[in-house]
């Protein structure tokens, strides 16, 4: 292994997060991977012999016979693979490969919207947005739509703010106090009670109920 400081030729690039990875030519070329992190960060690597590297925090295990070479990754990477052949020989290098490559775009159900009412008991419904998993970004729908297996999930309905609203007490001071009045017109008369008296009497029902006395 080491590290290539001529040209070579891309052949396949192999997306972030991709699975088993494996890898087989056949020719005098040799294989190189050139990695590219999320964050910026860079390696390149040329494999000569056979044995385990280690390539941004990922495993890759290489093989080396008379005719074949054979190298493999378990995944998920950790980068971009760019994967590349250089120059050996005048004769032809054929490369087969195959790996599980992950949906970029994928519908993330979103939290529940806020209840429709305070108390009684009401509904709240969630949605789903379309992230872009790599950068865990939202991202607009027609990406998502882009693959036909990724199918946006049903809106939720669940019910909310259960317990019963409490009765709002309005008080009705002038009619309670009119009432009030009206009994005291009614009766007081028989005992020759002064307007003043029936007057001193109505303003001290009235403070005692807004005090709540009464």
């Not at 040799?30 to 925090?57: C, D, K, Q, W």
């Not at 017109?185 to 005692?208: C, N």
Request: charged letters at 20%; glycine letters at 6%.
């Amino acid at each position: 292994m080491f590290f290539v400081s001529e040209a070579a030729k891309t052949v396949i690039e192999v997306q972030l997060g991709s699975r088993n990875l494996r890898l087989t030519a056949k020719g005098p070329d040799m294989i190189v991977i050139e990695a590219h992190t999320p964050g910026g960060r860079r390696e390149e690597l040329a494999f000569t012999s056979t044995g385990s590297y280690t390539l941004v925090n990922n495993t890759v295990d290489y093989q080396k016979g008379s005719e074949r070479q054979t190298l493999r990754c378990h995944g998920p990477l950790s980068a971009d693979f760019t994967i590349k052949l250089k120059y050996g020989a005048p004769k032809d290098t054929v490369m087969q490969f195959m790996f599980y490559q992950p949906i970029r775009y994928q519908w993330r159900e979103t939290d529940f919207f806020p209840c429709s009412v305070t108390c009684g008991g009401g509904y709240q419904l969630n949605s789903a947005d379309c992230v872009d998993i790599r950068y865990n970004k939202t991202v607009p729908d027609h990406h998502c739509h882009s693959y036909p297996e990724n199918n946006k999930p049903k809106p939720k309905l669940k019910e909310c703010n259960m317990d019963p609203c409490l009765e709002r007490l309005v008080p009705h001071y002038h009619t309670h106090a009119s009432a009030w009045c009206t009994t005291v017109i009614r009766v007081k008369p028989h005992a020759k009670a002064s307007k003043l008296q029936i007057h001193t009497l109505l303003f001290d029902f009235i403070r005692r109920m807004l005090s709540g006395g009464i």
